[in-house]
C-alpha cells in the first residue's frame, strides 16, 4: 500500500514492514526487534542475515562489540566510504535481537539516499534486505515493490535519482583485516 513519509514512518515504528528507495536497490526495512516479519515476507532462509541501514552513524556502533582499536579502524572504513553503498559486515554485540544477525557479526550500512535518510531519520536504524521474495532478482522501483509486496506500507512519489539498482559491496572484520564479501558498487583498496 502506497504511502506518504508520515505514513511510512510511523508504520515502521509501529513495527510495520515498510519499503522505501535507497542508493542501491528499495529495501525491505523493519524495526531490529521484528526482523522476523522480513523472513516471513519474503519467504527467506533465516540464515541469511539482514542489515542495519541507519542515517547517523551513531545509531549503528551500538550494535558491534571491538576493542577501541578495531572500533577507530571501522570508523576510520565508515569515514572513507559512508554514506554509500558499503555494507560492514562486524561483530555483532548483545543489543542485536535473536534472529537479526548471521552468527556472531551484523552488517551495517549508512545509505546516500534522501528519501531512506528522511525515514531512518525518525525511525532510527532498521533491520533491512532488499525488497524482493527469497531467490529472485531485487525490485528496482518502489511500483513494482507495491504490487509485489502490497500489504506493505511503500513509500510512493519519492525519487531517489541517486539509486544505482546495484548491491552494495560487503567487507568482513575478520579481527586483523577486511574480507571482501561480495563485490558490489564500492570498491575497495
Same mark, same amino acid.
Given at each position: 500500500m502506497?504511502?506518504?513519509l508520515t505514513e511510512v514512518v510511523a508504520a515502521a515504528i509501529?513495527?510495520?514492514?515498510?519499503s522505501f528507495p535507497t542508493d542501491t536497490v528499495p529495501a525491505l526495512a523493519v524495526r531490529p526487534d521484528r526482523a522476523e516479519l522480513?523472513?516471513?515476507l519474503k519467504q527467506r532462509d533465516d540464515s541469511k542475515p539482514l542489515i542495519l541501514l541507519a542515517a547517523n552513524v551513531a545509531d549503528l556502533w551500538p550494535f558491534t562489540r571491538g576493542n577501541s582499536e578495531e572500533k577507530e579502524i571501522w570508523q576510520e572504513m565508515a569515514n572513507r566510504y559512508w554514506p554509500g553503498a558499503l555494507t +560492514? !559486515?562486524?561483530?555483532?554485540s548483545t543489543r542485536v535481537p535473536v534472529g537479526l544477525n548471521s552468527g556472531n557479526t551484523i552488517g551495517l550500512r549508512l545509505p546516500n539516499s534522501e528519501a531512506a535518510k528522511a525515514v531512518?531519520?525518525?525511525?532510527?536504524? +532498521? !533491520?533491512?534486505?532488499?525488497a524482493n521474495l527469497s531467490g529472485e532478482a531485487p525490485?528496482?522501483?518502489?511500483?513494482?515493490?507495491?504490487?509485489?509486496?502490497?500489504?506493505?506500507?511503500?513509500?510512493i512519489g519519492e525519487r531517489d535519482r541517486s539509486a544505482s539498482n546495484q548491491p552494495s559491496t560487503v567487507?568482513?572484520?575478520t579481527g586483523t583485516d577486511w574480507e571482501v564479501?561480495?563485490?558490489g558498487l564500492v570498491v575497495i583498496d
Open positions: 502506497q504511502g506518504s509501529n513495527g510495520a514492514v515498510v522480513i523472513y516471513q +560492514l !559486515a562486524l561483530p555483532a531512518l531519520q525518525q525511525t532510527g536504524a +532498521l !533491520a533491512t534486505s532488499s525490485l528496482l522501483n518502489m511500483l513494482q515493490v507495491d504490487r509485489v509486496f502490497p500489504t506493505v506500507t511503500t513509500l567487507i568482513k572484520w564479501l561480495r563485490q
